[in-house]
């Protein structure tokens, strides 16, 4: 019986241990750049840090996980299947922003 005071949280980044596979649950891992609330896993840390510093952090939606998710909870759910297709012949519909001035 383990009744450890932790609990064993995976990266809701990349579904990897937090904070990495050798200390699993042992300590804290880093707070995601995204909304500084969210916990993820160090090597996360390091992506979003990398990411920051080049302006192209990924918000959650982009995530790995977070899309794997989506697609599983959709493909679940015909009524949300039906809402996303909507969503995507909406995307397509509209027009893409032009504006783009670059000398
Ligand atoms: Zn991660």
Not at 62 to 87: F, G, H, M, P
Request: charge should be negative; glycine fraction near 6%; proline fraction near 7%.
């Amino acid at each position: 019986m383990q009744s450890k005071t932790m609990m064993k949280t995976n990266c809701p980044r990349c579904e990897g241990p937090i904070p990495n596979e050798a200390h699993h649950g042992q300590y804290p891992g880093a707070l995601s750049r995204t909304d500084n609330e969210t916990e993820i896993c160090s090597s996360c840390g390091h992506d979003e840090a990398w990411e920051q510093m080049a302006g192209v952090l990924r918000p959650r939606e982009k995530w790995d996980a977070w899309l794997q998710w989506q697609q599983l909870y959709i493909d679940n759910n015909s009524e949300l299947q039906d809402w996303v297709t909507d969503l995507k012949i909406k995307e397509m519909k509209e027009e893409p922003p032009d504006g783009e001035d670059e000398g």
